[in-house]
């Protein structure tokens, strides 16, 4: 089983930034993607950003030119930096993996991001 644990999130003023981060652990990894989406009240879950192994990125156009996406493949994290952070980035985040030795969508709890002044 692959569990997936997410920290960074908390309250940020307009414009501010977050880091949020994510690690997987569990049986031996071999990680095909990683991605955040979010979720904010009374809307649907959304995709943010997803890294693939080799690298390729692709982001939502909300998020564009704002938040980057990385990963650390020796510790089987990613990274996704938020920069510019709007009202409307408000929402919780959750972390996204697929592994490249089974077809299972894994995800981590989720993390709150507020922005609010």
């Known amino acids: 089983q692959v569990q997936l644990v997410e920290s960074g999130g908390g309250l940020v003023q307009p414009g501010g930034s977050l880091r949020l981060s994510c690690a997987a652990s569990g049986r031996p990894i071999s990680i095909l993607t990683m991605g955040w989406y979010r979720q904010a009240p009374g809307k649907e879950r959304e995709l943010v950003a997803v890294?693939?192994?080799?690298?390729?990125?692709n982001y939502a156009d909300s998020v564009k030119g704002r938040f980057t996406i990385s990963g650390d493949n020796a510790k089987n994290t990613v990274f996704l930096q938020m920069n510019s952070l709007k009202p409307e980035d408000t929402a919780v985040y959750y972390c996204?993996?697929?592994?490249?030795?089974?077809?299972?969508?894994?995800w981590g709890k989720g993390t709150l991001v507020t922005v609010s002044s």
């Open positions: 996204n993996a697929g592994m490249t030795f089974d077809s299972v969508a894994y």
């Open positions: 890294i693939r192994r080799g690298g390729s990125t």
